[in-house]
Each structure stands twice: as C-alpha cells, then as structure tokens.
Nanobody, 124 residues
C-alpha cells in the first residue's frame, strides 16, 4: 500500500522558517514527480511547488517563489519543503503528492497519491 506521510508542520511566527518532510513508500520513487499543495480554511487546494522526477527541475507558485525550496532524496524516498520568511497567509494544511512520470501540468491537482497533510500556522 502506497503511503505519503508528511511531517514538520507547526505553529511559528511571521518571518520564521519550517521544513516539511514527506516520506514515500513508493517502490519506484525516482519515477515520480513530487509536489506540495496547500489548503487554507475556506479555500480550494492550491499548488505550491513541484520537482520533476527526471530532470530535478523545480516549479513554484508565484506566492512562494524566493521563499520556499523543494528538494528530494531519491535514496531515502523523501521530499522536503524548506519554507523561509513565512507569512500569515502561508497558514494552511500542506499536502505531499506524487504523480508517475509527470512532465507537465504540475499545478493541476491530478496526482496519483496524496498524503494526509500537516498543519502549518503562521502567527503575525
């Protein structure tokens, strides 16, 4: 059974940093494009960032560009989201997602697997 398990969320103040982790039980993890989405209360789930399975190229929503960094460790089957200079508007549940051999349309929510989410709360 495939599982994506996020961790690292919490309550921080504006300007602080957090690093989220996602552990994936995917047999061929290196063949999956990995992404982070988030959903704030009363809002739709939105794309945050993705990292291509083959090239390692990264893609970011404009709202987080320059502050967030996605990375992956294929040997450990882990994906990370380093979040710096956090703002109250970053408050949301953050979800890890995986899509087999995705090479386009990273921001679309059609991913094969999703984690259960981890809460990030940024106070002002």
């Amino acid at each position: 059974q495939v599982q994506l398990v996020e961790s690292g969320g919490g309550l921080v103040q504006a300007g602080d940093s957090l690093r989220l982790s996602c552990a994936a039980s995917l047999r061929t993890f290196s063949s999956y494009t990995m992404a982070w989405f988030r959903q704030a209360p009363g809002k739709e789930r939105e794309f945050v960032t993705a990292i291509n399975y083959s090239t390692g190229s990264t893609y970011y929503a404009d709202s987080v560009k320059g502050r967030f960094t996605i990375s992956r460790d294929n040997a450990k089957k882990m994906v990370y989201l380093q979040m710096n200079n956090l703002k109250p508007e970053d408050t949301a549940v953050y979800y890890c997602a995986a899509k087999y051999m995705r090479s386009r349309g990273y921001s679309y929510p059609q991913y094969d697997y999703w984690g259960q989410g981890t809460q990030v709360t940024v106070s002002s």
